[in-house]
């Protein structure tokens, strides 16, 4: 939980702390239609 509200504190403030990058379009657009395709079969 401290580490949590840590790193809100360094976001709200405007340091960078690191993570992956946001999806494409396309990555978006792929991972909708494969967990389309997966929940069909179901």
Do not use: C, V, W
């Amino acid at each position: 939980l401290n580490i949590r509200d840590f790193m809100e504190t360094m976001r709200s403030s405007g340091i960078q702390t690191g993570g992956p990058a946001a999806l494409s379009q396309t990555e978006r657009r792929e991972f909708a239609n494969h967990l389309d395709r997966i929940l069909a079969k179901r």
